[in-house]
């Protein structure tokens, strides 16, 4: 942390250290008196200026500003040297590029309908090699492992990596991108879903990456200050695109790791200037621009600009003519360069100066050519990594120039269709073999054909052992851990009963159960509360003072509220994380909770409770990296519901979350009404989860609408999980019949709306309690389709159809959603089936004027049953009338879903 201090004082001058020479230091500045004095402080400021680069281009940091010139921020004198046989690894790296680009070239002459990108890993290639080589550890008896989040569309460099090392066959390379038809195939991106044994993090939906890193890297911090595990010395590498960082996700949370001093994180943004359609900055330049905002938000920035060809160019340029055309000339102009020749650079670049033109005349064209870029230099890239994994205190990025579709020539190199060249002409592969001096025949570059080394090549040798020597092959993910043992209902002995007098909310219910587990001794310190900035809203804030918030320096003030009971603890051993107002940053811990089990083999469990509105609509392709990511736990969508959330208006009203988490193949979604269902959904999602080890995440809404709540039914638990069952059985035995479906709080209106046609129409009215239209829709489907394949056996039922087979009338389902949620049961539902749902914006009133006003209340679900007996002949219809006339219900009224 002291480093950090350092550091980020040094952008007001370092003044705060201490003076080693006040002499000396006098003198300088009696010299700036003297020149203010004799002319003027223009000129003072203009000596300084010049004195401050001079110093930042020695390598002093950023001085007076927060950005320093356009040049290296570790001098060449000063870099640490890359150890072994600089040779030998750009072979070794030279054949990776080779066969990541073989294998997209091969499968687009299968079909040019399996796509891929060749582009972006020949740019990458050399920051991935020195990585792997030399800084990354597997997980291993001596090393917990670091967690690199690699770029998404770069996988084929992974994968050509993976089969020198003998992970994977050519044959596998031939089926990038056929995971389908073709047995052991690769997926286009990393995706643990797809391949759990091999990626770690879903990193190619842009940004992605970027956040989860960050939060991952916060966790590990976490973990170890509340003594679950040991992290230090292990790392989060994230390689970031730079047009990637124009995702708000990438830059959102880059306050929170500088502010938390996540030292264990290293960021390298690829600077290859361009993004799919053209320059990331034409006119600019990302490096520059990027430098500013890390160091900012207290990072420590390495720019790694120029390659080892500059520096004798850097040495001798003592009058800056060359940094001033380095820091005039645009990145648009930057990659244009790159797209001609030596030539063209001589007279664009070093053209701009006459003197720089002289200075390089005694250069060939195709030594002006050769002049590299430091992304692209092994040794430059090696003394940047070097100092980051030092460097204390502080999150590291490195901005490393590069050139996006490096060795591409004409089919691709530098040109504004690199991104998505997935083809190379038969002159490009040729002169990409002689670029990187591959031994491979005429023939075998035109037929794409991998290269591997013989076994006892010193490549392959030098390959195996580094490997080794970091503890074995990377990327590779881990399926489980340890299960743990999880409580039995009985914990949750109170939600179980039933309420009495007491009105409470599933809300209520949900802390109670949490508090439980808080309390319980195995379990206890696996949970994981995570909010962003609603504990109270949710009633959770006596949490903070039980079991504290988490912070990496404690609580360094006197809390106003520290006379009471409750009061706002933070503490280095905290167990809450209090999020602040980011869903994506609260998702992110979400994530890295929810797969410690994989990443560090410590099984935790978040329970991440929100507004539901600002859940999957805000952040939903982070819940779909979640799922992707095999994450257990369960997230909690706090005052859910159209009208159950009743003051807060069109913004706040949730109608429709439960639809978006229906189509997260992982994820299991309840709704339920009373405490006692969200006991046992909970109890049984952490035997699923951590007990059994499925990766399946939780969804389950909560609302905070105070009622009773009865005592569990008996032999309610297996309907309650599969999603229904039946809570009020008709005594009537005779007459017309209905079956009400209720979820959520919308259960007490259907529960009201059986008793008034009872009493009112004298109609036997069936209740059941629906916890999860989605789950029953997903045994639906899978019943529809056994039995379609198997059409010569005894059919199977869907489980909506035995349960409502066994009850007779038509069906009329209620909930605080819209239709499209019930509806999702309609084709197993025997006979008539009606649904009510909340449809349309929602708005603020009270809870019955919003329930009467989407068509969800008693009266309606009563005159909707009424409406199905008379159109299944069974009343008049003359008695949905009087009902409509009864209840005072505005015929006319505009449907709310254009009201
Ligand atoms: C959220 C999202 N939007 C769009 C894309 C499609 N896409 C994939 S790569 C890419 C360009 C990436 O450019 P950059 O981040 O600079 O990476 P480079 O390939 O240049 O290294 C785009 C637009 C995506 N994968 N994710
Ligand atoms: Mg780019």
Known sequence: MTDSL??????????????????????????????????GPDR??????RAVQRAELAGSGPIASITTPYVNTIPAAREAKLPGDPALERRLRSIIRWNAMAMVVRANKVSSELGGHIASFQSLATLYEVGYNHFWHAPSDAHGGDLVYFQGHSSPGNYARAYLEGRLTGEQLDGFRQEVSRPGGLSSYPHPWLMPEFWQ?????????????????RFMK?????????????KVWAFIGDGEVDEPETMGSIGMAGREHLDNLIWVVNCNLQRLDGPVRGNGKIIQELESDFRGAGWNVIKVIWGSRWDPLLAEDHDGRLVKVMEECVDGEYQTFKSRDGAYVREHFFGRDPVLLERVS?????????????????????????????????????????????????????????HQAKKMTEDALLAFRDRFELPLSDEQVRAAEYYKPPEDSPEMQFLRERRAELGGSLPVRRGKAEPLEVPGLEVFKGQLESTGDREISTTMAFVRVLAALLRDKKIARHIVPIVPDESRTFGMEGMFRQVGIYSPVGQLYQPQDSEQLMFYKEDKHGQILEEGITEAGSISSFIAAGTSYSAHGVPMIPFYIYYSMFGYQRVGDLVWAAADSRTRGFMLGGTAGRTTLNGEGLQHEDGHSHVLFSVVPNCRAYDPAFGYEVAVIIQDG?????????????????????????AMPDGAVDGILRGMYLLRSSARDSGPRVQLLGSGTILNEVLAAAELLESDFGVAADVWSVTSFTELRRDGIGVERWNMLHP???????????????RSGPVVASTDYIRAFADQIRQWVPGRYRVLGTDGFGRSDFRRALRRFFEV????????????????????????????ERYEIDADAPMPTTA
């Open 44 to 49: 003072a400021r203009q000596i300084l200026a």
């Open 222 to 234: 976490y973990l170890a200050a509340r003594g679950m595990e040991q992290t230090d010395g292990r």
């Open 201 to 217: 993090f879903p990193t190619v939906s842009l940004g992605i990456g970027a956040i989860t890193s960050i939060y991952q890297a």
């Open 362 to 418: 005694h250069m060939s064209d195709e030594e002006i050519w050769l002049l590299n870029r430091g992304g692209l230099d092994q040794q430059k890239v090696y003394a940047a990594y070097h100092e980051a994994v030092g460097h204390a205190g502080q999150p590291t990025v490195i901005l490393a120039k590069t050139i996006k579709g490096y060795g591409m020539g004409v089919s691709g190199e530098g040109q504004m269709i690199t």
């Open 792 to 806: 010569l056996e005894e059919p199977r039922q869907a489980y909506v159809s035995s349960t409502l087979g066994s």
């Open 6 to 39: 350092q550091t980020l004082s040094t952008n007001g001058a370092a003044v705060g250290s201490p003076d080693i020479d006040a002499a000396e230091t006098s003198e300088w500045l009696e010299a700036v008196d003297a020149v203010v004095e004799h002319d």
């Open 686 to 710: 952490l035997r699923r989860m951590v007990v059994d080890q499925e990766d399946v995440f939780y969804y389950i809404t909560l609302m905070n609408e105070n009622y009773h709540h009865p």
């Open 857 to 884: 209340d008693r009266h309606y679900v009563a005159v909707a049953a009424l409406k199905e007996l008379a159109d299944s002949g069974e009343i008049e219809l003359a008695r949905v009338g009087e009902a409509i």
